[in-house]
């Protein structure tokens, strides 16, 4: 990391010109990158312990992650709880502002200063953020409730999860993978999904620069032949839409070429009542998400 | 005489194929170009050409491309009846991330543009080719709230004009983007950025300035367009013994925040310009600023040679959700009608009076939680159990606004104003926080509404004597693309899906799009060359032009 950036700047500023004083200016920004270089390559947080800072880092937080992350960093919709001890992109401080400072590719974790909501963050201020975060975090991970063997049964066998999603390469296609969800999600998410789905539709696609995900929302379409299939919208935009019928199969459609599109927001996941999984059972599923989500 | 014969050329196409309606126009463009002989290309646009931006409807002369703030195109040769037929011409890539927010300007062919991390470039406008590029080396701890963002330049003279993410004003040179002077306009340590396109008067360059996360104190600044000297400051806080000072709680005005970040607006015939301004800070926690905290989302009616205030009106008093005032301020005039029209981020479409700054009327443009009254003149007020909360209590428009600083259009020729609105709700909580210079100073949270409300958007079309809606196009989701009108009967705007729309202007039919990769942070613009109309629109890092085939 630190050798390319001090390098940009090296030929950036001091690439061309050969003269002696422009050296020695050269040779002293070069010293100051490096002590940049230095303090971003920093893999303790200065602040560690500081009951201040982690105060301070708190209305960073508010302003910045809780969009996400919820009040309290006890995981909202979109961003997972980050009181937990695990975190799955790194645990140590130098993780933590990797994280935060260059985002996670892949998902909807934007680097520092890309997002809307909030300002960017100084290096101080992220050390501050790290600094809260550690102060509102579990000591330790939590041993994970419930039978983590039958979770994978039921996931596989009677609970029918697998029809539709997916964990690890294995199992349906119409909702989202859950490979990650146990360790992205709060269990409190985690169990409202399965007892009530369309409360919060789960999030799709994200697409760079558009400010909100597309959701798993239930379409409808209808073709000028008539044909009709019913799925989940992949994506969509004000004059077309690509879905994912039952059948596993996309479908990507011109919608002014359709008889008819009907999108709904009553989720295709069924809801689970006691009656179809206890909560003991439920228990267990989730403890299934979050041992494979831990990995 | 290569020059000559190629201006005979564009004189001659241009005549030839635009429509009736602006024949008059371009014969004005004519006989400007050059008296008695062969026409030059006009190397120096003089503050009367801004003055008569109407006479040259080929260029786009400043952000909103005129004083009056309309965003309207006076070229027809695009059309109802062809707009389905429009290509892309050419794309400029700036290669660089975030949010690309430029309305570029064009002047006699040459196309003036900003982009991402105080980049400049002029293009060839016929080819897309650079002609130069400019940026900024910016220090690593520049400050700015949203985005390393700038959304144009002003041209006056042999300059453009550029304000920073650091807080300075440079003028460049419009043949080279040598630098010609660079004035700090304030410390940005303080949290202080420009992110507006400049608005030159006569011989001045007027900005404000970005920074109401960061508890700045707000201004707007003129300086000499040939020296870079500052001419006025007029602090948007008043100081002590100013009026507007009591309205602010003890020492809250020295961090009061309204900041003015949207390009203002100039009536000559009142030699007035009008510049609008954000929250007070910090944004979402009243406690410790009682009062109206003037002036915050205000609108200011300024002298342009002294900055003395004429007039204003405030908008969001004693703001607690980030309603900024600063959307364009639009002049319309209906007959006798002066007015000054702004649909404002707290959900309502107001309508003033310019002359004297009296509101004639408000009326809600989006949905609305924050207020559920008005006063005697018809001014919203504030519910007082819209306050955030440290729980958090949920509130439309949301923190993003009903809309933002994306440009409205006026049509004179439907005599419609078209907005984009946005349809988002949010929990607003609040927390004390203490003021650090520089720091970033909210005193808040906010977050989506969580009641699987999804959020959505539209290009409204309102009446302007009425306040109401004659029709709207839905967006799936909120947007962040102004709007564009022209005289073909168009209205354009983008979308967060990354379309770019042409609109039939009178009923809001689409007729024609283009899937641009990324959504549309920007507002669209229009200009013709060789005699051939092109609308150009920012999207991704990428600048767009079209044209008919």
């Given at each position: 990391?630190?050798?390319?950036?001090?390098?940009?700047?090296?030929?950036?500023?001091?690439?061309?010109?050969?003269?002696?004083?422009?050296?020695?200016?050269?040779?002293?920004?070069?010293?100051?990158?490096?002590?940049?270089?230095?303090?971003?390559?920093?893999?303790?947080?200065?602040?560690?312990?500081?009951?201040?800072?982690?105060?301070?880092?708190?209305?960073?937080?508010?302003?910045?992650?809780?969009?996400?992350?919820?009040?309290?960093?006890?995981?909202?919709?979109?961003?997972?709880?980050?009181?937990?001890?695990?975190?799955?992109?790194?645990?140590?401080?130098?993780?933590?502002?990797?994280?935060?400072?260059?985002?996670?590719?892949?998902?909807?974790?934007?680097?520092?200063?890309?997002?809307?909501?909030?300002?960017?963050?100084?290096?101080?201020?992220?050390?501050?953020?790290?600094?809260?975060?550690?102060?509102?975090?579990?000591?330790?991970?939590?041993?994970?409730?419930?039978?983590?063997?039958?979770?994978?049964?039921?996931?596989?066998?009677?609970?029918?999860?697998?029809?539709?999603?997916?964990?690890?390469?294995?199992?349906?296609?119409?909702?989202?993978?859950?490979?990650?969800?146990?360790?992205?999600?709060?269990?409190?998410?985690?169990?409202?999904?399965?007892?009530?789905?369309?409360?919060?539709?789960?999030?799709?696609?994200?697409?760079?620069?558009?400010?909100?995900?597309?959701?798993?929302?239930?379409?409808?379409?209808?073709?000028?032949?008539?044909?009709?299939?019913?799925?989940?919208?992949?994506?969509?935009?004000?004059?077309?839409?690509?879905?994912?019928?039952?059948?596993?199969?996309?479908?990507?459609?011109?919608?002014?070429?359709?008889?008819?599109?009907?999108?709904?927001?009553?989720?295709?996941?069924?809801?689970?009542?006691?009656?179809?999984?206890?909560?003991?059972?439920?228990?267990?599923?989730?403890?299934?998400?979050?041992?494979?989500?831990?990995? | 005489?290569?020059?000559?014969?190629?201006?005979?050329?564009?004189?001659?196409?241009?005549?030839?194929?635009?429509?009736?309606?602006?024949?008059?126009?371009?014969?004005?463009?004519?006989?400007?170009?050059?008296?008695?002989?062969?026409?030059?290309?006009?190397?120096?646009?003089?503050?009367?050409?801004?003055?008569?931006?109407?006479?040259?409807?080929?260029?786009?002369?400043m952000y909103s491309g005129d004083y009056a703030g309309r965003r309207f195109?006076?070229?027809?040769?695009?059309?109802?009846?062809?707009?389905?037929?429009?290509?892309?011409?050419?794309?400029?890539?700036?290669?660089?991330?975030?949010?690309?927010?430029?309305t570029?300007?064009?002047?006699?062919?040459?196309?003036?543009?900003?982009?991402?991390?105080?980049?400049?470039?002029?293009?060839?406008?016929?080819?897309?080719?650079?002609?130069?590029?400019?940026?900024?080396?910016?220090?690593?701890?520049?400050?700015?709230?949203?985005?390393?963002?700038?959304r144009?330049?002003?041209?006056?003279?042999?300059?453009?004009?550029?304000?920073?993410?650091?807080?300075?004003?440079?003028?460049?040179?419009?043949?080279?983007?040598?630098?010609?002077?660079?004035?700090?306009?304030?410390?940005?340590?303080?949290?202080?950025?420009?992110?507006l396109a400049p608005l030159?008067i006569?011989?001045?360059?007027l900005i404000g300035?970005?920074?109401?996360?960061?508890?700045?104190?707000g201004?707007i600044?003129?300086?000499?367009?040939?020296?870079?000297?500052?001419?006025?400051?007029f602090?948007t806080?008043?100081?002590?013994?100013?009026?507007?000072?009591?309205?602010?709680?003890?020492?809250?005005?020295?961090?009061?925040?309204a900041p003015a970040w949207i390009t203002g607006t100039y009536d000559p015939a009142t030699n007035t310009t009008f510049w609008t301004t954000g929250n007070?800070?910090?944004?979402?926690?009243?406690?410790?600023?009682?009062?109206?905290?003037?002036y915050s989302n205000s609108l200011l009616a300024l002298e342009p040679?002294?900055g003395?205030l004429k007039w204003y009106f405030q908008f969001s008093?004693?703001?607690?959700?980030?309603y900024d005032a600063t959307q364009v301020p639009v002049l319309v005039d209906q007959?006798?009608r002066h007015l000054i029209v702004q649909a404002n981020r707290n959900g309502f479409f107001y309508v003033i009076d310019r002359n004297n700054g009296k509101l004639l009327f408000a009326?809600?443009f989006?949905?609305?939680?924050?207020?559920?009254?008005?006063?005697?003149?018809?001014a919203?007020?504030?519910?007082?159990?819209?306050?955030?909360?440290?729980?958090?209590?949920?509130?439309?428009?949301?923190?993003?606004g009903a809309t933002n600083w994306m440009s409205p259009t006026y049509?004179p020729?439907?005599?419609?104003f078209y907005v984009t609105?946005?349809?988002?709700?949010?929990?607003?909580?609040?927390?004390?926080?203490?003021?650090?210079?520089?720091?970033?100073?909210?005193?808040?949270?906010?977050?989506?509404?969580?009641?699987?409300?999804?959020?959505?958007?539209?290009?409204?079309?309102i009446?302007p004597?009425?306040g109401?809606?004659?029709?709207?196009?839905?967006?799936?989701?909120?947007?962040?693309?102004g709007v564009?009108?022209?005289?073909?009967?168009?209205?354009?705007?983008?979308?967060?899906?990354?379309?770019?729309?042409?609109?039939?202007?009178?009923?809001?039919?689409?007729?024609?799009?283009?899937?641009?990769?990324?959504?549309?942070?920007?507002s669209?613009?229009?200009?013709?060359?060789?005699?051939?109309?092109?609308?150009?629109?920012?999207?991704?890092?990428?600048?767009?032009?079209?044209?008919?085939?």
């Amino acid at each position: 990391m630190s050798i390319p950036r001090t390098k940009f700047w090296r030929d950036k500023f001091c690439g061309r010109e050969r003269n002696l004083p422009f050296l020695f200016a050269c040779a002293a920004l070069v010293a100051c990158a490096g002590a940049v270089v230095a303090l971003r390559a920093q893999d303790k947080n200065p602040f560690a312990g500081d009951p201040r800072a982690a105060k301070v880092g708190e209305s960073q937080f508010r302003a910045n992650c809780a969009f996400c992350h919820g009040l309290g960093a006890r995981g909202g919709g979109r961003g997972p709880d980050l009181t937990r001890a695990q975190k799955r992109h790194g645990n140590s401080d130098a993780d933590l502002f990797r994280t935060i400072n260059e985002g996670v590719p892949g998902t909807a974790m934007p680097p520092n200063g890309a997002t809307q909501q909030g300002v960017g963050m100084t290096e101080e201020e992220i050390w501050q953020v790290i600094s809260y975060i550690r102060s509102v975090q579990a000591k330790a991970p939590a041993q994970i409730v419930g039978n983590v063997a039958h979770g994978k049964e039921l996931f596989y066998g009677s609970a029918a999860c697998s029809t539709c999603h997916m964990i690890q390469g294995k199992g349906g296609r119409l909702g989202p993978d859950l490979s990650t969800t146990g360790s992205a999600r709060s269990t409190d998410y985690l169990v409202e999904s399965v007892r009530n789905p369309s409360r919060r539709l789960a999030q799709g696609i994200s697409e760079a620069m558009k400010e909100f995900s597309q959701e798993y929302e239930t379409v409808t379409a209808v073709t000028a032949d008539r044909t009709k299939y019913v799925g989940v919208v992949l994506n969509e935009d004000h004059f077309t839409v690509q879905m994912m019928d039952t059948r596993e199969q996309l479908h990507l459609f011109e919608k002014n070429k359709l008889r008819s599109l009907e999108k709904s927001r009553e989720s295709l996941m069924p809801a689970y009542d006691q009656k179809t999984l206890s909560d003991k059972d439920l228990q267990d599923v989730i403890a299934y998400l979050l041992a494979v989500g831990g990995q | 005489m290569k020059r000559q014969t190629i201006l005979c050329t564009i004189k001659s196409r241009f005549l030839a194929s635009l429509g009736m309606r602006n024949l008059i126009a371009s014969a004005l463009v004519v006989s400007t170009m050059g008296t008695g002989g062969a026409p030059l290309i006009k190397a120096q646009v003089t503050g009367q050409r801004l003055l008569d931006s109407a006479k040259e409807p080929q260029n786009w002369l400043m952000y909103s491309g005129d004083y009056a703030g309309r965003r309207f195109s006076a070229l027809d040769q695009i059309k109802t009846s062809n707009a389905a037929m429009l290509v892309p011409k050419w794309v400029y890539q700036t290669m660089a991330g975030g949010k690309f927010e430029t309305t570029p300007l064009v002047v006699d062919g040459i196309l003036y543009g900003t982009g991402q991390d105080n980049r400049a470039f002029a293009l060839d406008a016929r080819s897309g080719r650079p002609i130069w590029q400019y940026q900024r080396a910016l220090a690593a701890d520049i400050r700015p709230c949203c985005g390393r963002v700038n959304r144009g330049l002003a041209i006056l003279g042999d300059k453009v004009f550029l304000g920073t993410l650091d807080a300075h004003v440079i003028a460049l040179d419009a043949k080279t983007g040598s630098v010609v002077w660079d004035v700090t306009a304030v410390d940005y340590r303080q949290g202080y950025s420009i992110t507006l396109a400049p608005l030159a008067i006569k011989n001045l360059v007027l900005i404000g300035v970005s920074g109401g996360e960061y508890g700045i104190r707000g201004f707007i600044d003129a300086y000499d367009a040939g020296t870079g000297e500052r001419k006025w400051r007029f602090y948007t806080v008043p100081g002590p013994g100013e009026p507007g000072h009591e309205t602010w709680e003890g020492e809250s005005w020295k961090i009061g925040g309204a900041p003015a970040w949207i390009t203002g607006t100039y009536d000559p015939a009142t030699n007035t310009t009008f510049w609008t301004t954000g929250n007070p800070s910090p944004s979402n926690r009243g406690e410790g600023r009682a009062g109206d905290n003037l002036y915050s989302n205000s609108l200011l009616a300024l002298e342009p040679e002294t900055g003395k205030l004429k007039w204003y009106f405030q908008f969001s008093k004693h703001d607690e959700h980030d309603y900024d005032a600063t959307q364009v301020p639009v002049l319309v005039d209906q007959g006798e009608r002066h007015l000054i029209v702004q649909a404002n981020r707290n959900g309502f479409f107001y309508v003033i009076d310019r002359n004297n700054g009296k509101l004639l009327f408000a009326n809600a443009f989006a949905k609305v939680t924050w207020s559920d009254s008005k006063d005697a003149s018809g001014a919203p007020i504030a519910r007082k159990d819209a306050s955030p909360t440290l729980e958090g209590n949920r509130v439309c428009p949301g923190a993003a606004g009903a809309t933002n600083w994306m440009s409205p259009t006026y049509d004179p020729q439907t005599q419609l104003f078209y907005v984009t609105a946005r349809e988002q709700c949010d929990v607003f909580s609040t927390a004390p926080q203490a003021y650090e210079a520089g720091h970033a100073y909210y005193g808040s949270a906010y977050f989506p509404n969580d009641d699987a409300e999804p959020f959505t958007g539209a290009l409204r079309a309102i009446d302007p004597n009425t306040g109401k809606m004659k029709w709207e196009w839905k967006h799936p989701s909120p947007t962040w693309s102004g709007v564009l009108s022209t005289a073909g009967g168009l209205i354009f705007t983008g979308d967060a899906e990354g379309n770019f729309i042409a609109l039939e202007a009178a009923s809001g039919r689409a007729l024609w799009h283009f899937q641009c990769g990324a959504s549309v942070y920007s507002s669209p613009m229009s200009f013709a060359i060789d005699g051939k109309q092109y609308v150009a629109v920012a999207a991704g890092s990428a600048l767009f032009s079209f044209a008919l085939p």
